[in-house]
C-alpha cells in the first residue's frame, strides 16, 4: 500500500530535542523487532514533510482510547503523534463541532479519498439497524460501511473496536460487533491493536511502519500486529521467576502480594494473553502496567478472555515450563545457583501449577 502526499508539516518534532528525538526512534525500532539501526531509517520517514491524513470514528467506547494518547511524557507521545500525522476529525478531540465538524469531515473524505487512515475506537451496534449509537443522528454502522471502503487502511484501536470489548460482554444488549466483522463482508482488512486501553506505543508503531515502509506491519491470523502481539504476556513477565519457584500472592494485601509474588491464583490471564505490556510499559513509566502494579492481567486485549472469563477464574498455562531467559526478579536466597535451581524447580511447579489449575477446574466443573 503506496502513502501519497505531501501534507504541510510546519512544526514537526520542535519541542523535542536531538537526543530524545533518535531515542524515540530507536525505542520504536526495539519495538517494532527491528534492529536498533532501523532508527535511522525510521527518524528519515517521520521527519519528512509528508503526513498522513487521519480520520478518527468513534463506535461504542467510554473515550479511554484517546485519553491514553494523551497521558504519556519523555518525550510527549501527543505530540509525536499529532505532528507524525494529520488528524482530520475526532468528535473527542475536535476544536469545532456539530454541523461545522460534520462538513469539515465530509470535505476531509473528499479531500483524501484513498489515502486517508481510519482509526476507529469502540465497538459498532448492529442490532435494530445500529440506532444504539449514532453520530449527527446517523447509526456509526453506516458511517463506517460508508467511509471504510475509501480509507487507504482501517485500524481498530482498543479491545472494543477489535472484539467488542465491554459492550459485547453478555447479554451484548446492541449488537455491539467488532470492526472486522462489520468490514468482512465488503473484504475490507483492518489491523486490530487491542488492548483496554491499548498501550500507543502499538498504535504509534504500526503508523511508523505504515510511514517508513510505505506498508502495514506483519499481522497475525487475529489482524495483530506481530511485533506487539505474538508473545504471552506470561513468557516475559517480571514476576515469572515467582510463578517458576511456586511463589504465589493468595489474596490480595497478603505477604505474598505485597512481596510481589506471582498473581496466578488471583486470577491472572497473562498465560493465556498475547500482548506486550510486559515489556513495553505504560506513561514510559517502569512498571506501570496492571501486573507491574499488582493487579492481575484480566486479559483485556485478548478475545473472548476480558470481558467474557470471571476474574478470578484460573488461566490456562500454555507454557509451564521456564523460559530460556529469565527476567529479573529478587532471588529469596541469592547465590550463584538460584536461576539454575529456579529452572528445575520451575519445571516441577509449572507442571504442578497445571495440575492444580486443572483440578480446581474439574472441581468447579462437579460443583457447576
Ligand atoms: Fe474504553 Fe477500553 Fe473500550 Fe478503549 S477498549 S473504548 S478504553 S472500554
Ligand atoms: Fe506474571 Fe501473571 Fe504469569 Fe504470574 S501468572 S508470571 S503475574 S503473567
Ligand atoms: Fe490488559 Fe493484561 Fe496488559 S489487563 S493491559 S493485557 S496486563
Redesign the pocket.
Given at each position: 500500500m503506496e502513502f501519497k502526499g505531501p501534507y504541510p508539516q510546519e512544526t514537526l518534532f520542535s519541542s523535542i530535542n536531538r537526543r530524545d528525538f533518535m531515542k524515540f526512534c530507536t525505542a520504536v525500532a526495539a519495538t517494532l523487532g527491528l534492529p536498533m539501526s532501523a532508527g535511522v531509517k525510521i527518524a528519515e520517514a517521520v521527519t519528512s514533510p509528508e503526513r498522513p491524513p487521519v480520520i478518527w470514528l468513534s463506535g461504542q467506547q467510554c473515550t479511554g482510547c484517546v485519553e491514553m494518547l494523551l497521558r504519556t511524557d519523555h518525550p510527549s507521545i501527543d505530540s509525536l503523534i499529532f505532528n507524525l500525522i494529520s488528524l482530520e476529525y475526532s468528535e473527542t478531540l475536535n476544536a469545532g463541532s456539530g454541523h461545522q465538524a460534520e462538513a469539515a469531515l465530509q470535505q476531509s473524505i473528499e479531500r483524501y479519498k484513498g489515502e486517508f487512515i481510519l482509526v476507529v475506537d469502540g465497538s459498532i451496534p448492529v442490532k435494530d439497524g445500529g440506532i444504539y449509537c449514532q453520530i449527527a443522528g446517523r447509526p456509526v454502522l453506516d458511517i463506517l460501511n460508508e467511509m471504510a471502503p475509501q480509507a487507504a487502511a482501517v485500524i481498530a484501536i482498543g479491545s472494543c473496536a477489535s472484539w467488542g470489548g465491554v459492550a459485547a460482554a453478555e447479554p451484548n444488549p446492541t449488537g455491539a460487533t467488532p470492526v472486522h466483522a462489520v468490514l468482512k463482508p465488503k473484504g475490507i482488512n483492518v489491523v486490530n491493536i487491542p488492548g483496554c486501553p491499548p498501550n500507543p506505543y502499538n498504535l504509534l508503531s504500526t503508523v511508523i511502519h505504515f510511514l517508513t515502509f510505505g506498508k502495514l506491519p506483519d499481522l497475525d491470523d487475529k489482524g495483530r500486529p506481530t511485533f506487539a502481539y505474538s508473545r504471552l504476556?506470561?513468557e516475559n513477565?517480571e514476576?515469572?521467576p515467582?510463578?517458576d519457584a511456586g511463589r504465589f500472592a493468595d489474596e490480595f494485601g497478603d505477604e505474598g502480594h505485597r512481596k510481589g509474588y506471582?498473581?496466578?491464583k488471583l486470577g491472572?490471564k497473562?498465560?493465556e494473553t498475547f500482548n506486550n505490556c510486559?515489556i513495553v510499559h505504560y506513561n514510559d513509566t517502569i512498571g506501570c502496567w496492571p501486573?507491574g502494579t499488582g493487579c492481575?492481567?484480566f486479559g483485556c486485549s485478548e478475545e473472548k478472555v476480558g470481558f467474557h472469563v470471571p476474574l478470578f477464574t484460573k488461566?490456562k498455562v500454555a507454557y509451564p515450563t521456564p523460559p530460556n531467559q529469565f527476567t529479573e526478579a529478587v532471588p529469596e536466597r541469592g547465590n550463584g545457583s538460584v536461576k539454575f535451581a529456579y529452572g528445575v524447580a520451575g519445571a516441577v511447579v509449572g507442571a504442578a501449577v497445571v495440575a492444580a489449575a486443572k483440578r480446581d477446574g474439574d472441581k468447579e466443573d462437579k460443583q457447576a
Amino acid at each position: 500500500m503506496e502513502f501519497k502526499g505531501p501534507y504541510p508539516q510546519e512544526t514537526l518534532f520542535s519541542s523535542i530535542n536531538r537526543r530524545d528525538f533518535m531515542k524515540f526512534c530507536t525505542a520504536v525500532a526495539a519495538t517494532l523487532g527491528l534492529p536498533m539501526s532501523a532508527g535511522v531509517k525510521i527518524a528519515e520517514a517521520v521527519t519528512s514533510p509528508e503526513r498522513p491524513p487521519v480520520i478518527w470514528l468513534s463506535g461504542q467506547q467510554c473515550t479511554g482510547c484517546v485519553e491514553m494518547l494523551l497521558r504519556t511524557d519523555h518525550p510527549s507521545i501527543d505530540s509525536l503523534i499529532f505532528n507524525l500525522i494529520s488528524l482530520e476529525y475526532s468528535e473527542t478531540l475536535n476544536a469545532g463541532s456539530g454541523h461545522q465538524a460534520e462538513a469539515a469531515l465530509q470535505q476531509s473524505i473528499e479531500r483524501y479519498k484513498g489515502e486517508f487512515i481510519l482509526v476507529v475506537d469502540g465497538s459498532i451496534p448492529v442490532k435494530d439497524g445500529g440506532i444504539y449509537c449514532q453520530i449527527a443522528g446517523r447509526p456509526v454502522l453506516d458511517i463506517l460501511n460508508e467511509m471504510a471502503p475509501q480509507a487507504a487502511a482501517v485500524i481498530a484501536i482498543g479491545s472494543c473496536a477489535s472484539w467488542g470489548g465491554v459492550a459485547a460482554a453478555e447479554p451484548n444488549p446492541t449488537g455491539a460487533t467488532p470492526v472486522h466483522a462489520v468490514l468482512k463482508p465488503k473484504g475490507i482488512n483492518v489491523v486490530n491493536i487491542p488492548g483496554c486501553p491499548p498501550n500507543p506505543y502499538n498504535l504509534l508503531s504500526t503508523v511508523i511502519h505504515f510511514l517508513t515502509f510505505g506498508k502495514l506491519p506483519d499481522l497475525d491470523d487475529k489482524g495483530r500486529p506481530t511485533f506487539a502481539y505474538s508473545r504471552l504476556i506470561h513468557e516475559n513477565c517480571e514476576r515469572r521467576p515467582h510463578f517458576d519457584a511456586g511463589r504465589f500472592a493468595d489474596e490480595f494485601g497478603d505477604e505474598g502480594h505485597r512481596k510481589g509474588y506471582c498473581l496466578y491464583k488471583l486470577g491472572c490471564k497473562g498465560p493465556e494473553t498475547f500482548n506486550n505490556c510486559s515489556i513495553v510499559h505504560y506513561n514510559d513509566t517502569i512498571g506501570c502496567w496492571p501486573v507491574g502494579t499488582g493487579c492481575p492481567c484480566f486479559g483485556c486485549s485478548e478475545e473472548k478472555v476480558g470481558f467474557h472469563v470471571p476474574l478470578f477464574t484460573k488461566s490456562k498455562v500454555a507454557y509451564p515450563t521456564p523460559p530460556n531467559q529469565f527476567t529479573e526478579a529478587v532471588p529469596e536466597r541469592g547465590n550463584g545457583s538460584v536461576k539454575f535451581a529456579y529452572g528445575v524447580a520451575g519445571a516441577v511447579v509449572g507442571a504442578a501449577v497445571v495440575a492444580a489449575a486443572k483440578r480446581d477446574g474439574d472441581k468447579e466443573d462437579k460443583q457447576a
